[in-house]
């Protein structure tokens, strides 16, 4: 049985990562509206009530808008720790206590077939954290919404067969864009976005021989395009010595659109 997934959606305006085996089918964040995540579940051809639980990586609202009505629509348990739990209530509607479980940061959980280890990274939510996945010697790491990557974060995500990882912007974009100069400094402080660049700056440190695909996600909207991120971390890449196409492979995400699954082999 294989470790099989796809990015459901990622952008600044909602985020839904899916990931499971025959035995186990997890969903990441629901930040779209429930009927649009049930579309994004139809065209990967995955029945949402084969579903078995959903994980969430932080309260912002392009990661949980459609957690609440998804969950209590599908009967899923939600998994959360106990910070972005209590940052998130209200948001979400009411969950019964059945539904609700913790998972704690720096922790790993085993759910069905699949190792899920969680890892805090710096962003201006109340304890966000993302995660690893593991499977018969198969590994898949999701990490966005991060102001910078720390050698800690670099370790526990290197090995992965494939990365979902963030290029949320291009620096020069944002710094002319129309944001007010708080939501820019935001974005590009310790505890905002990482850009196109430091993106290519981190994978070359996390590259290895088990690097098959890197996913480009959490791009914004208005501060980047998908042509631009791809070209500026292929050419990062390039510079230090990593051939795209040759190591690894990259590959487009987007706020409307699955990525087909792929399975891990």
């Not at 972005?84 to 940061?105: R, S």
């Not at 050698?151 to 007010?180: C, S, W």
């Not at 996390?206 to 909207?221: G, V």
């Amino acid at each position: 049985m294989t470790l099989h997934f796809s990015v459901l959606a990622s952008g600044s305006t909602g985020n839904a990562f899916y990931i499971g085996t025959e035995k186990e089918k997890i969903l990441v964040d629901a930040g779209l509206s429930g009927k649009e995540m049930t579309r994004l579940f139809s065209e990967i051809h995955i029945d949402p009530n084969s579903l078995s639980k959903i994980l969430v990586t932080h309260e912002h609202s392009d990661h949980i808008k459609g957690l609440g009505i998804f969950a209590r629509k599908y009967n899923l348990p939600i998994y959360a720790n106990e910070k972005t739990w209590k940052a998130m209530d209200g948001a979400i509607g009411k969950i019964e206590l059945d539904q609700k479980f913790v998972f704690k940061t720096e922790e790993t959980k085993t759910f069905g077939d699949i190792d899920v280890e969680s890892f805090a990274v710096s962003h201006d939510a109340a304890e966000p954290m993302f995660y690893t996945f593991h499977h018969n010697g198969k590994k898949v790491a999701l990490v966005t919404d991060l102001g910078y990557v720390s050698e800690r974060i670099k370790k526990t995500v290197q090995g992965a067969d494939a990365l979902i990882f963030e290029a949320n912007h291009d620096v020069e974009m944002l710094r002319m864009g129309r944001y007010p100069w708080s939501v820019k400094r935001r974005i590009l402080g310790d505890n905002g976005h990482v850009s196109n660049d430091d993106c290519a700056v981190a994978l070359k440190d996390i590259i290895d021989n088990e690097t098959k695909r890197i996913y480009l996600a959490h791009l914004s909207k208005d501060n980047n395009m998908k042509d631009l991120a791809r070209m500026s971390v292929e050419n990062g890449l390039n510079d230090f010595g990593f051939t795209v196409g040759d190591h690894v492979t990259l590959h487009d995400t987007d706020p409307k659109s699955p990525t087909p699954i792929y399975d891990v082999v």
